[in-house]
């Protein structure tokens, strides 16, 4: 009889989870996996369009918002693999400018061969990009400075090797690749648009399936903890700074192209657009969290409603004010569902 009235007290029962922690539970877990939002939004902004602008789903209107959304993602790749590690590059346009204006000075008017445009803009790229990545890290400089600072120097030279004029037209095969009717293997799609997809394969393979892009979102995560783990902090800042400047800068050459010119200001345009493709996509800054594929989403849903906005009739002034307030309230929704799921 002792041992009936000395047991211990039950425990406490657990309640069920709810349906709707069950469904959020499982819209979070999707997300993680897959970028289940980005591509609503997209679907969505699609069919808006569909609805309120003539001939916006006709082939020729997706050629063009594909070209277009193609180069904002490849001039994005780059500030995606430093925003992942924790920094931020706006140096980006300056690359895309020293790209842009080699593609239509060193192939144009002074008939380089191609491959020495591409040789020389990323020998330059890389060697400022490397610099700003070093900097940031072994002196502790906060990357914004440093980068606005090499945009700066960038586009300087730019002005005064230039003149401040509008350079020539690039070489005709970089026009072909960006054009909206260019082909490829005899099928309506322009060259750019494979190109993008080919670099996107390549950029999720080695984020997701190779030690480097481990060591990358290793860094973003906790760079402390990284360095315990024997990965090179220093390294991969100057890396990644270095690829980012070189993609940027490859990615100005197809731009002039699409551009069928150059001008010292030609980078200016992607400024805060790369910077807003990637944060659009998912991929917010300091949280090591995205991928190269969120980015190419975010890509699309910003040329979706950029082309919106044109065709509704607006001027540039109302369309950016549209434009920014579009942008937050997609951040902030990824922002919401980021904490439903780190709660649940």
């Not at 082939?59 to 001039?75: D, E, H, K, Q, W």
């Not at 998912?282 to 594929?293: E, Q, V, W």
Request: proline share 5%.
């Amino acid at each position: 009889m002792t041992d009936a009235l000395t047991t211990s007290p039950a425990q406490p029962r657990q309640s069920p989870a709810k349906p709707a922690q069950t469904v959020r539970a499982r819209v979070a877990a999707l997300q993680t996996r897959l970028p289940a939002l980005q591509i609503a939004v997209l679907i969505g902004v699609f069919g808006w369009g569909a609805v309120v602008v003539d001939g916006f789903a006709s082939g020729p209107a997706i050629r063009a918002t594909l070209v277009i959304a193609s180069l904002l993602a490849l001039a994005s790749l780059g500030q995606t693999l430093v925003v992942l590690i924790g920094g931020l590059d706006l140096a980006v346009p300056g690359y895309i400018t020293v790209g842009a204006v080699a593609a239509a000075e060193l192939g144009g008017s002074r008939n380089w061969p191609l491959w020495a445009v591409v040789l020389s803009t990323t020998v330059v790229c890389a060697l400022a990009g490397g610099i700003c990545g070093a900097i940031c890290h072994y002196f502790a400089v906060q990357s914004l400075v440093v980068t606005l600072g090499m945009y700066s120097m960038l586009t300087s030279a730019v002005l005064v090797l230039t003149k401040s004029n509008i350079v020539g037209a690039p070489p005709a095969v970089l026009t072909r690749w960006t054009s909206v009717l260019g082909t490829t293997f005899g099928l309506p799609v322009p060259p750019v648009v494979v190109l993008c997809v080919v670099v996107l394969v390549v950029a999720s393979l080695v984020l997701a399936r190779t030690a480097l892009g481990r060591r990358l979102y290793a860094t973003g995560a906790n760079p402390r903890a990284a360095s315990g783990l024997l990965i090179r902090i220093g390294w991969v800042w100057t890396g990644v700074f270095a690829v980012a400047a070189v993609t940027a800068g490859l990615a100005g050459l197809l731009i002039a192209g699409f551009s069928s010119g150059a001008t010292p200001y030609s980078g200016d345009p992607y400024f805060y657009s790369g910077l807003a493709a990637v944060l659009v996509g998912g991929t917010a800054l300091g949280s090591a969290r995205g991928d190269y594929l969120r980015t190419v989403l975010g890509a699309l849903i910003l040329t979706e409603l950029t082309t919106i906005l044109s065709g509704l009739g607006f001027r540039e002034g109302d369309t950016r004010i549209l434009f920014g307030i579009a942008i937050v309230l997609v951040v902030l929704a990824y922002g919401r569902q980021r904490r439903l799921r780190d709660r649940l």
